[in-house]
């Protein structure tokens, strides 16, 4: 039984080598045509890839340049004395700079908006403040 199961194994054995050997020759015979046309499809693998890895830093890039407009309108308005920025929330998309929430006084609003105007990176501005008088905006 032994016996049997051994020279199945070589049957086997010998059985793959030969397949493999065919199979091995049969890829040194590609027409350079072919290994033509592998290489362009690599080619375009590989500039596909690059531009999806520049549209994502593109993406992330922006993400991180409106993070920093919001940042630095924030930090604007804290300066200004008199306006109350707990009360204003600043939002940047592209460039452009949302405010919304409440100010006390139309003087304020428009500081607010000029302020945004001159902060660097800034697109525009739309100006979405409600005004509420008596101090408490």
């Known amino acids: 039984m032994e016996c049997r199961v051994i020279k199945m194994l070589r049957v ?4 793959f080598l ?10 040194g015979k590609q027409s350079s045509d072919t290994a033509e046309a592998v290489g362009r ?10 531009n999806a890895v520049d549209k994502a830093a593109a993406n992330t890039s922006q993400a991180l340049s ?19 920025t707990l009360q204003i929330n600043v939002e940047t ?6 405010l919304m929430g409440t100010v006390n006084s139309r003087r304020n609003r428009d500081k607010a908006v000029t302020i945004s105007e001159y902060v ?17 905006g």
């Open 66 to 84: 409106d993070t920093a407009i919001t940042s630095k309108v924030k930090v604007a308005m804290l300066a200004e004395p008199g306006l109350k």
């Open 41 to 50: 499809n690599v080619d375009q693998a590989a500039q596909s890839a690059g």
């Open 12 to 15: 086997v054995t010998v059985v």
């Open 93 to 98: 998309t592209n460039g452009m700079v949302t």
């Open 120 to 136: 660097e990176g800034v697109k525009g501005v739309s100006n979405r403040l409600t005004v509420v008088p008596d101090g408490s």
């Open 18 to 27: 030969m397949l493999l050997t065919v199979g091995l020759a049969a890829c």
